[in-house]
């Protein structure tokens, strides 16, 4: 149970760890004061000068802890030993202080937090985890403390900064948060309940991606964790071969067919030599009204879903490399920031060979009724889009759009 003594005392040791001598690792300029009573506003609510009771009890547990040289005591004038108007810390007994409320002194900590994250910050494998240690190093060098969204409890802290280790090293394939979970903090439940959105921030922040629009499962898979195995979709006549001579055929399947991350990473894609395109659609419902309602012999229509995770880049760079250098590869996404990066990143990270295909001013302006408005920051970060050598074919596009303030989601071509 908590004392009285120890309460005051953490109400105090609380003033000074936010105190500016603290934080700023000089000597203490000001007195660590709590007031009681006669001031605009109690530090100490269990100060209530209308319960005797707990009146009395305070004022003890004050006294006691002046006697032994740990704060000094100042009454309200003519209620000497009845109402306690400040009490205040004794710098000189701060560590007894600390000891006695039973609490580690956050200098400590500090200190402790500071040689755990340079430390990990040498040994982790990817820069977006390097970022947010460096991060939480500049905060501690400022502020004494951790940030608010680091934990503070001790336990899980310790999980936490083996989560960044254990999600920032490479692996050769994904692994299930509850695998990870079981594996690493040996509760299967653990980083869903205490860190899965403390990394999803981290992520969203430090990741070199525009993560914006991306979903929570996308975010994670960027790193090579999932909650369900992912999936690839496409349809057209391609098979797939698998090292032991198994096979599988999608060009009888009206609605393609889907692979797992895991059988895609095996299988060979095998295409018909009558394909001559590949088209890789950003957006679900714009794949299936294409493979439904435009079938052709000809073209192999893929699901790109958006930001891809590495697996599923790695799908896409086996489909392309088994193309052959005759066929077009085609990207089609919404005209839009997202749409263009994509397009980029496809250029970028798979093929040169890339094609934007019903992205341009034609489309724009033959839909502009069902066209959206963007706002000033979402324009500035479209100018930027100007300088990506990938996009120059889509220059023209990009340059109109910005005249005309407006963007245009693929789904409004069906």
Aim: proline fraction near 4%; hydrophobic fraction near 40%.
């Amino acid at each position: 149970m908590v004392t009285i003594e120890q309460q005051l005392l953490d109400a105090l040791l609380d003033r000074y760890e936010h105190s500016v001598g603290f934080v700023e690792g000089r000597g203490q300029q000001r007195r660590i004061l709590l007031h009681l009573y006669g001031y605009r506003q109690n530090d100490f609510p269990l100060y209530d000068i209308d319960d005797s009771g707990t009146r009395k009890a305070v004022n003890a547990a004050a006294q006691a802890l002046a006697n032994q040289g740990f704060v000094s005591v100042e009454w309200m004038p003519g209620q000497e030993g009845h109402i306690l108007r400040r009490v205040a810390l004794e710098l000189s007994a701060v560590p007894q202080a600390y000891a006695l409320a039973g609490r580690q002194p956050l200098s400590d900590i500090v200190t402790g937090l500071e040689r755990q994250l340079t430390a990990l910050s040498e040994n982790v494998g990817a820069d977006w985890a390097r970022q947010y240690l460096q991060e939480q190093l500049d905060f501690l060098a400022r502020n004494r403390r951790p940030s608010a969204a680091f934990p503070m409890d001790s336990t899980e802290q310790k999980e936490w900064l083996t989560v960044l280790r254990e999600a920032s090293a490479p692996r050769l394939e994904p692994m299930l948060e509850r695998v990870f979970s079981i594996r690493f903090l040996g509760d299967s439940k653990a980083f869903a309940l205490r860190h899965r959105a403390r990394l999803l921030g981290v992520l969203k922040k430090h990741l070199p991606l525009d993560t914006s629009d991306m979903s929570d499962e996308e975010l994670l898979r960027q790193i090579g964790l999932e909650r369900y195995p992912e999936l690839f979709s496409l349809a057209g006549s391609i098979a797939f071969r698998w090292p032991d001579g198994r096979s599988v055929d999608a060009a009888p399947l009206s609605d393609g067919l889907q692979l797992s991350a895991r059988d895609a990473a095996v299988a060979q894609p095998i295409l018909s030599r009558e394909v001559d395109t590949l088209l890789f659609i950003e957006n679900k419902a714009n794949y299936y009204a294409q493979i439904r309602n435009h079938f052709c012999p000809r073209t192999v229509v893929v699901f790109h879903g958006g930001c891809y995770s590495p697996q599923r880049g790695q799908f896409f760079r086996r489909l392309c490399q088994s193309a052959g250098p005759s066929v077009r590869l085609l990207h089609w996404g919404d005209i839009d920031l997202g749409g263009f990066e994509m397009d980029s990143r496809l250029r970028r990270e798979i093929d040169p060979r890339f094609v934007a295909w019903q992205m341009g001013c034609e489309e724009l302006r033959s839909h502009r009724e069902q066209a959206i408005s963007f706002s000033a920051e979402y324009a500035s970060k479209l100018v930027t889009l100007l300088a990506d050598p990938y996009l120059h074919n889509s220059y023209d596009v990009i340059r109109y759009m910005l005249s005309e303030g407006i963007r245009l989601e693929q789904e409004a071509l069906l």
